[in-house]
């Protein structure tokens, strides 16, 4: 399919997990995967695709540690899975990264695509279970 005929990107507030901080940074990734889609539609320059990418995948990484900080500081018990998770598809992100850089220019049109679809899954199921539990217990620390 080319790649005008998928739909460019877009943050649904159904992904939101009612927590401001962890939203911010969802938003932040879907307007990442958006800009790689866009700077690869325009056709822009090689190296600017390059670094929508990177940034994209940086911020991944980046994304996930904070989720990992909020998972040990409220001990939270479905961490190992969680995590397991975000290590796949961080390892997946570095290898879209090298391997468009090596010239699979392919994937600048699937992998914003893919992370999207990613992100919408994991988000709606693990990340929502994580900041239930984390405001359930601050809730009850409260009381
Ligand atoms: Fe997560
Ligand atoms: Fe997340």
Known sequence: MPAERTTLIEWDDRYLTGDAVVDAQHKRLFALARDV?????????????????????????????????LMEEHAYPAAAEHRRQHDALAARAVEMVKAFNKGNTLIGETFPEFISRWLRRHIGEEDVRLIRYVQQRVTAAAR
């Open 37 to 69: 889609q866009t700077a690869v539609r325009e056709g822009r320059l090689p190296q600017v695709q390059a670094d929508a990418l990177q940034s994209l995948s940086l911020y991944c990484v980046e994304h996930f540690a904070e989720e990992e900080r």
